[in-house]
């Protein structure tokens, strides 16, 4: 299931410059020898493909590493929400809450869409990003593939990364996660936190980093938080928020990083 801030921030400036076709979105990487066998696959937040954001950060990554960059449509072509439906109704920064009538109507606006957040549950979801990884390792021979996974991705990349097809992830802002799921993770793992965040909180957080601080044996990781920011800042920033803008691009440069020295 999504969290409801997935929906916060703008678009993203910039086109795609990639292909889309059959629901999935390509970025072409260099095709040098020392990384054309190497892939990155973004898992999106709720609004898949439906918005540029996720095009141009595969975009950049792409351009950045020379890696092949793929981002997969999980939603079959049926997203469960629409950003205009809920970005009225969501914060832009730390510390902005929802009235009580506000929060009334927001939670009302869910209820409308049960149908389409039940399409995207774990069970229906998850097979086909395991379908996915599979399929474009053993079509293109990529011998190491990233995980990037943001808002309902992240969670999503938190399930998958104890797969075998997995060689790295970054997780953004996740979904609604347990710490027993994070605990199976066991390929390097970057995350990228937001100072305020009800999806991820900050209990659950420490939790995670403190359990791959002590973890036998060691695992490659780190934490990464932006001040100023909520959920859903590296996918979707609020334009406006400078922090914000800030926290996207960094986050994105955290990645970008983190790819290159661990595929």
């Known amino acids: ?48 493909l439906s918005i540029s954001n996720p095009k141009v950060i595969a975009d950049t990554i792409a351009e950045r590493t020379g890696f092949d960059v793929w981002v997969p449509d999980l939603f079959d072509g049926r997203i469960p929400v629409k950003p205009e439906v809920l970005d009225f109704f969501l914060p832009r920064h730390p510390g902005e809450k929802m009235g009580l009538w506000r929060k009334v109507r927001f939670y009302w606006t869910l209820l409308t869409h049960i149908p389409g957040m039940i399409g995207c549950r774990p069970a ?24 990037v996974g943001y ?10 990364a104890p797969l075998d097809a997995v060689t790295s992830v970054v997780i953004a802002h996740p979904a609604p996660s347990t ?29 995670a980093e403190a359990h791959f601080k002590s973890r036998t044996p060691e695992l490659q990781y780190e934490f990464v938080d932006y001040p100023g920011t909520v959920h859903g800042f590296a996918a979707r920033p609020a334009r406006e928020q400078p922090l914000s803008v800030e926290g996207h691009e960094k986050a994105l440069e955290q990645t970008i990083k983190w790819f290159q020295s661990t595929l």
């Open 1 to 48: 299931m999504s969290c409801p801030d997935c929906t916060s921030g703008n678009s993203l400036p910039g086109s795609p410059k990639g292909t889309e076709e059959n629901g999935v979105y390509f970025a072409k990487g260099s095709s040098q020898p020392d990384t054309k066998d190497k892939a990155v696959i973004v898992f999106t937040d709720i609004f898949g």
């Open 124 to 147: 229906v979801v998850d097979p086909r990003a395991k379908e996915f990884l599979t399929k474009i390792k053993a079509e293109h021979g990529y011998k190491s593939i990233g995980v």
């Open 151 to 160: 808002c309902f991705g992240g969670a999503i990349s938190i399930r998958l």
């Open 179 to 207: 710490l027993d799921a994070i605990k199976a993770i066991n390929v390097p793992v970057s995350w990228a936190c937001a100072e305020e965040d009800d999806a991820f909180p900050k209990e659950l957080r420490l939790q």
